[in-house]
């Protein structure tokens, strides 16, 4: 789905949302109930400046609109890699879109990330994973990198690596792994608004995550093990 | 005889295994691990591709002292599958970031030596990295500060360079390194004309702790040494950065203008050239102490 | 993967109790060794788990001479392996039980 | 009819003459050098092109692949080292038929496919300085293409710190009427030193890029292993201590690079300054740097020299030998001679040894051939200057106490008993054996004979060959040292306590050894870095072993 498909289905009344250089921008939904939007589009690679963009947008609706939920819509291939980017320190400018939005989440924003394409590494983790709930559409791929790529730099067959990612969803990119490990917490299907008003009608809570993946059966020992450290030393 | 100063009689963070390094930069002997590797708590995802597993999973994690305040402290083994992060090694890193919330130590320690993702976990890395980045920022939040020690053979980079730059504050060697996209990743997708991943002069210019330090990326450059980084440590413990609007704001603005200042570099070395540091190209070559007064003037970022 | 199991009788008195040591790490032609006395009095178990398979012989071989370099009645030995030499081996099968002994 | 007696004299007239008609004075156009050597040579011809361990004659080299050869073929190439794929291509253009070298390198594989095709005709592998001998008896050159770094109008040669072959090279040619043609980095109106006289030289021409140098000398201490650091510890305490070796050559390895980095350290400790490793025969190693610096090592005779420490070497010239200018002068044919009659011990690495002692780098794939190693790593019975160790080593090894005292020299091979992939080094039957039958090699190519190996070392321990007796007592000595490989296992255990009860076999507890101090902590350097600290800052490692 384009992102004018799904701001379309999103906001039914009309949004003012724009996309410019694959970043998007904008709010949606009823006055006085409005949702900002921003995030990517068009697979972005998100490098040093539309993270700088990304993090002065999240400013803005903390600075000027409090309380106001924010709607973060990814389609980014990941962070975009070029000696640039590194040289001026990209994981830096990342870090700091992170902590935007933590500190909107902590400034009583609801934070809501729907994939909407494509989500991976660096944008993922700066973006999407930091809101309270990462939904997504059907069709959407979240990943890391894929199986061929995985097999060079591993130097592991092929062959094994798709072996096992048809028994584990640990591997293999794609939406369904990602809901049974808990990363995704939901498919939204259309009509979209419906979905949005129950995921910003529902309170705020902890990362979530780890204990969804354990429920699903897909990461069994992400929870127990972190509050087995957060438990107590084994004497 | 010029040698007898020059002996390297430091012990060295970066040979070092990452249990050493825990050993070395906390107070000697007060380390305590949690769920040490007689727990046998190890990766579930390796057996199914033949691959050897750890029985820490690469991750030590405890409490300890630091100059007898009672801190907690993590560790990646860069040597066991380059420090990456998986599910379990993951979780070990969270679940100790959000023990400290509750436990307030007077901070925690991640010693980072990692390539990022575990891709053999792809993605219950990925997820496991920013439940660390949760955990870090929302430890943070809560008013325990937390210091990134980067000296390892890997580096820092993938998903854990973002980590670094969420903490408070990152302590790194000229040794270590400290990016996003490494060089091998760089070189292997956009090819070799982007990064030559074998030119290591270019490789430590982009990443390492020089070049990080004269950006602000990290706040202090320290010898290849267990010591410096325990005194380094032992510095940036008090030295906590608001999880908050304003802080917001200000680190808005520096980045921003390093952006404005330095964005048509495309080398490190243009960047201090830029910057305004005298004879740029000495850099590399100088040792810490004289790097540090080198670059005072020119440096970016926080004292 | 191949997993390897050796139990031997061993003579002498057991090994002090110590807390688990820990030496090596998993990594290309390396392997880590935990020591811990877990096995029954009078024995010294060994359980490797090692990513180059078919070597199970030298691994005895290697293990038994260890077992009578040292006083090991009473400890469990654990390795995983990523295709270390027997140089490595020994070396570290000796620094890791130096390692235990050494503990109070 | 009188015979005449200055044919080659009047045959160098004729080829100079037509050498003229390309170039009329000694310097060549750079574009007219294949076809100054079409002049010069004639099918069949003994050709020296200068390949040396570092310094390659690569553009002449170029140029000669370029000939016609309907005019130039069926050479016969005389080279140390055949290294660069033209030299290949010669034979496979058949513009070469034959040749004499020592040393292959990175092109042993195509060396050993072409030797199969029957395309190549091999002499014989020689040791360096066999093969400079040579140049003197059977094998002296017609035509010799040298390298050297600049030239003067005259034709005087600088060749910079590789001195290495050249010397050897342009003697033989010169002075039996052979033609000298030189590249040249550099024209120089004044040259730092003269190397060659430009009266010994025909040609120069100037190549269009300089001849490259690699670093083949430079280890990097990052990549020491633990093992290599007890085996350097055993090496120190059980042979050089033990023997007060104080003149000897090490190999390039990093097992040698371990024991020179723990000079400063480890021997220092054990009070060996000034006792061990005075003077060396041996390139200038960066590793040696911390040795040097504390005090150790009084001189070092080079067969070459080393990328980035012209510096340093300049830095100290009462160390190395250097000329008026400050560089070094290296001398292959001198350092060889000296490697085998002036020194004590020589020390290397190896890949495979069998029950006889036999050592060997071959492998079934590759005609890898053998620099200078057996010529150090080989007894010289011709030696009658007596020494501490030498004396010593010819002790332990008369059997009958009534003979005639003489000495011996200290011939060690240094090996981890596995090779990665659990690749057993020691072997009942060298892969050498094999290679010579697939090749057709008279005999199979040995590095250092059993009978000239004093001292196998091991991470297990030391076996000294030089007290046993039969070669019965020769294998299980061997056995002894050989770890889990086949060959270990097969050992007598009573037979080898036997052995160490006699000091033939010792390992690290016998000589007093604490394996736990066998770490990189050991090492005087850990990295490259700590390297140029020690030099002062006098060290320029090249690009790709430096990260700043």
Sequence with gaps: ?235 | ?303 | METLSFEFPCPGPDAPRAAPALVGVVASGNLEVLVEPTAPPGRCRVVVSTSARGFGEIWEAVVRDFARRHAVSGLSISVNDAGATPAVVSLRLDQAVEEYLGRP | MTRSWDTARRARAARLARARAVSPGRWAEPGRATALLEALLEPGDRVCLEGDNQKQADFLARSLAAVDPARVHGLHLVLSVLALPEHVELFEKGIARRVDFSFSGPQSVRLARLAGAGQIEIGAIHTYLELYARYFVDLTPRVALVAAQAADAEGNLYTGPNTEDTPAIVEATAFRDGIVVAQVNERSDRLPRVDIPGGWVDFVVQSPTPSAIEPLFTRDPAQVSEVQVLMAMMVVKGIYAEYGVDRLNHGIGFDTAAIELVLPTYAEELGLRGRICGHWALNPHPTLIPAIESGFVRSVHAFGSELGMEAYVAARPDVFFTGRDGSLRSNRAFSQTAGHYACDLFIGSTLQVDLAGNSSTATRSRIAGFGGAPNMGADARGRRHPSPAWLRAGEEARADPGAIPRGRKLVVQLLETFREHMEPAFVERLDAWDLARSAGMALPPVMVYGDDVTHVVTEEGIANLLLCRTPEERAEAIRGVAGYTPVGRGRSPAAVENLRDRGIVRRPEDLGIDKRRATRDLLAARSVKDLVRWSGGLYDPPKRFRSW
């Excluded at chain 2, 870090?136 to 580096?155: C, F, K, M, Q």
């Design chain 1, 1 to 235: 789905m384009t992102a004018s498909e799904i701001l379309a289905s999103l906001f039914p009344a009309g949004h003012s949302v724009r996309e410019e250089g694959g970043l998007l921008a904008g709010t949606g939904g009823a006055p006085g109930a409005e949702v900002a939007v921003l995030g990517t589009a068009l697979g972005l690679e998100v490098g040093v400046e539309s993270a700088l963009a990304l993090a002065a947008g999240v400013l803005d609706v903390i600075r000027l609109h409090p309380g106001r939920p924010i709607l973060a819509l990814l389609d980014s291939r990941g962070q975009r890699m070029s000696r640039r980017d590194e040289v001026l320190g990209l994981n830096g400018y990342l870090a700091h879109l992170a902590e935007a939005v933590e500190v909107a989440r902590r400034a009583g924003h609801r934070v809501i990330a729907l994939v909407y394409g494509e989500a991976s590494s660096g944008s993922a983790l700066a973006l999407g994973f930091m809101a309270d709930e990462v939904h997504a559409v059907p069709g959407a791929r979240l990943s890391v990198m894929n199986l061929p790529a995985m097999a060079r730099v591993t130097k592991i067959p092929l062959e094994r690596l798709e072996e096992a990612s048809r028994a584990s969803p640990v591997l293999a990119p794609g939406l369904e792994p990602y809901v049974r490990l808990g990363g995704v917490e939901s498919v939204w299907r259309p009509p979209l608004a419906e979905a949005l008003a129950a995921a910003l009608a529902r309170p705020a809570g902890p990362d979530r995550r780890a204990a969804r993946g354990e429920e699903r059966g897909g990461r069994l020992l992400a929870r127990p093990v972190a509050d087995r450290v957060r438990g107590g030393p084994a004497r």
């Design chain 2, 1 to 303: 005889m010029t040698g007898v100063e020059s002996r390297p009689a430091r012990a060295s963070f970066r040979e070092a295994t990452a249990r050493r390094r825990l050993a070395a930069v906390l107070d000697p002997g007060s380390f305590r691990e949690i769920l040490p590797p007689s727990e046998r708590v190890t990766s579930p995802h390796l057996a199914a591709l033949d691959q050897p597993v750890a029985f820490d999973d690469g991750a030590i994690v405890g409490e300890g002292l630091l100059g007898g305040q009672k801190v907690f402290a993590a560790a990646q083994e860069g040597a066991f599958l380059g420090g990456a992060v998986g599910e379990v090694h993951g979780a070990k890193l969270a679940g100790l970031l959000s023990r400290a919330e509750r436990e307030r130590p007077a901070g925690v320690l991640l010693l980072l030596d990692s390539g990022g993702v575990r891709l053999q976990e792809a993605n219950a890395g990925l997820l496991a990295v920013s439940e660390v980045m949760r955990a870090v920022l929302s430890a943070r939040s809560s008013g325990v500060p937390v210091v990134a020690l980067i000296g390892g053979g890997w580096g820092c980079f993938g998903g854990m360079g973002i980590v670094a730059r969420c903490c408070d504050a990152v302590a790194m060697s000229e040794e270590g390194r400290l990016g996003i996209t490494g060089p091998e990743v760089l070189e292997t997708t956009k090819g070799v004309e982007e990064l030559d991943a074998s030119d290591r002069a270019l490789v430590w210019r982009t990443y390492g702790g020089k070049h990080r330090y004269l950006l602000g990326e990290a706040d202090r450059l320290v010898e290849d040494d267990v010591a410096a980084f325990r005194a380094a440590a032992l510095d940036l413990l008090g030295r906590r950065r608001e999880v908050g609007l304003g802080a917001l704001d200000a680190a808005h603005r520096r980045l921003a203008a390093r952006l404005f200042e330095l964005g048509a570099c495309a080398d490190a070395t243009e960047v201090w050239a830029r910057a305004g540091v005298p004879e740029p190209a000495r850099l590399p070559v100088l040792e810490v102490g004289e790097f540090l007064r080198a670059v005072a003037s020119a440096r970016r970022g926080e004292p």
